[in-house]
């Protein structure tokens, strides 16, 4: 028998496919029916303290190799998606809930009322915009950064992911103030900022000119964070990033991950992505007489 089984820190998952942030994960059914479809573990689209309408169309463009995006967060805010979340209470399978906020306070209370609404983690999206430095992300100011998880840790029992951004240079130095901070996983990686010009216009064909590249072509650079970052910390990381397959998923394995979440997938694959994964990584374990993923999971580290 084939043990799709893994855990992140305390929290176990049934089989290692995450849904990622911010695809199909609006409402309840959508969530519902990727949980019917094998998902291991939902992350709900990234929820502010406030609704928010996001950026003008256009904001999504399917290129050759990948899906460019600038949505500017749009969500209901914490008060309204509660009650998405109220009626996935009764799921077995662990529903992660992505906040952003610009500072440590505005994070804490939505980590408090995602743990009220029942989350079984908080997956911390630092790739929003810094409220005092115009231009700069949450993400790249390491002490804020340190603030925020402490902050959350401080008040809030539940497990804390990171979610880190390829775009910065000094990714080694985050995952270490990220591990010092007392988080219990890294997430890597969010999308990587590019632009798409219109050669009859000769302008960007985003509304925001630049946006968030994901999708088959962003594999390798997921992969490179993952290995660097499963290098530096002893805390687990989660891998994400043009993963389509079941091969996909297990070369992040080997890279370091323990899980992995799928999203520009589920456009090209369906929802049943989950179970088709699933499917594809046990195969390949039977066939390499793998018994368990733990026997894969950070082979290339060694
Ligand atoms: C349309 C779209 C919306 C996204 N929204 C979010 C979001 O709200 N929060 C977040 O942390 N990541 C968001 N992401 C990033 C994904 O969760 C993921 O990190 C990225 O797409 C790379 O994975 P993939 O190649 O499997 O799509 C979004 C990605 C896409 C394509």
Request: charged share 20%; proline share 5%.
């Amino acid at each position: 028998m084939t043990d799709l089984n893994t855990a992140i820190g305390p929290l176990r998952l049934k089989n290692p496919t995450m849904l990622a942030s911010g695809i199909m994960d609006e409402d309840a059914g959508s969530i519902q029916r990727m949980i019917e479809l094998g998902a291991g573990a939902i992350v709900t689209k990234s929820i502010g303290i406030h609704p928010r309408d996001g950026y003008a169309n256009p904001t999504v463009i399917e290129l050759e190799h990948g899906i460019l995006n600038a949505m500017g967060l749009p969500n209901p805010g914490i008060d309204l998606y509660g009650k998405e979340m109220n009626v996935l209470k009764k799921t077995e399978v662990p529903i992660i809930g992505s906040i952003f906020a610009a500072t440590a306070e505005d994070f804490v209370t939505l980590a408090t009322k995602m743990q009220g609404l029942g989350a079984a983690a908080v997956e911390l999206n630092v790739s929003c915009p810094h409220a005092k430095h115009y231009g700069l992300e949450v993400g790249s100011d390491l002490s804020l950064v340190y603030d925020i998880i402490s902050s959350i840790k401080h008040h809030v029992h539940l497990p804390v992911f990171v979610k880190v951004s390829p775009n910065m240079t000094n990714l080694v130095e985050v995952a270490q103030t990220i591990e010092n901070a007392k988080a219990d996983a890294i997430v890597a990686i969010n999308t990587v900022r590019g632009m798409k010009i219109n050669l009859e216009t000769g302008l960007p064909i985003l509304a925001n000119k630049t946006g968030g590249y994901s999708g088959k072509a962003i594999k390798p650079i997921g992969i490179r964070c993952v290995y660097d970052i499963a290098q530096t910390v002893h805390i687990p990381v989660i891998g994400v990033g043009g993963i389509t397959n079941g091969e996909d998923a297990i070369e992040y394995f080997m890279a370091g991950a323990c899980a992995i979440q799928v999203g520009s997938a589920v456009y090209y694959r369906g929802p049943e992505v989950f179970h088709h994964i699933n499917k594809e990584i046990a195969q390949w374990m039977r066939k390499h007489n793998y018994k368990k993923l733990s026997e894969i999971i950070g082979a290339a580290c060694r």
